[in-house]
């Protein structure tokens, strides 16, 4: 898998060498109904930040952070709640699911939307 993924970014984003990549869940793309092959490069460059954020740097940030982009113009909105955090309202479900000296991902339980309005449920939160 690093080597697959090290080929793709180095390809894609050059002498940028750290990633945070944010991973959507496989059902994320049926459910947002992303059909077309020509959309998976927008969308992944909104789910990689340009540096190693683990588990540990993530519940550290302080509410309201904003993460930096591979897609001109989109950041990452973290918000804080007990034990959680959520990536512009969409849910952080596999923390470190990866992670080596160059890339960390993160499993997602959505597409990360800029539009997307923070859903808290009190059960959750």
């Not at 479900?93 to 539009?115: E, Q, T």
């Amino acid at each position: 898998m690093a080597t697959f993924l090290d080929a793709q970014l180095s390809t894609e984003f050059g002498d940028e060498r750290k990633f945070t990549i944010f991973a959507p869940l496989d059902e994320a793309f049926a459910v947002n109904g992303v059909r077309n092959i020509g959309d998976y490069s927008t969308i992944f460059r909104k789910h990689v930040v340009p540096k190693l954020i683990t588990w540990r740097d993530l519940i550290r940030l302080p509410n309201e952070s904003l993460l930096p982009t591979f897609s001109d113009g989109f950041e990452i909105n973290v918000t804080v709640s007990p034990r959680m955090r959520f990536l512009n309202g969409v849910l952080v479900a596999v923390p470190d699911m990866f992670r080596s000296d160059l890339v960390v991902v993160h499993g997602i339980h959505g597409l990360l939307d800029s539009n997307r309005v923070e859903q808290c449920h009190s059960a959750m939160c």
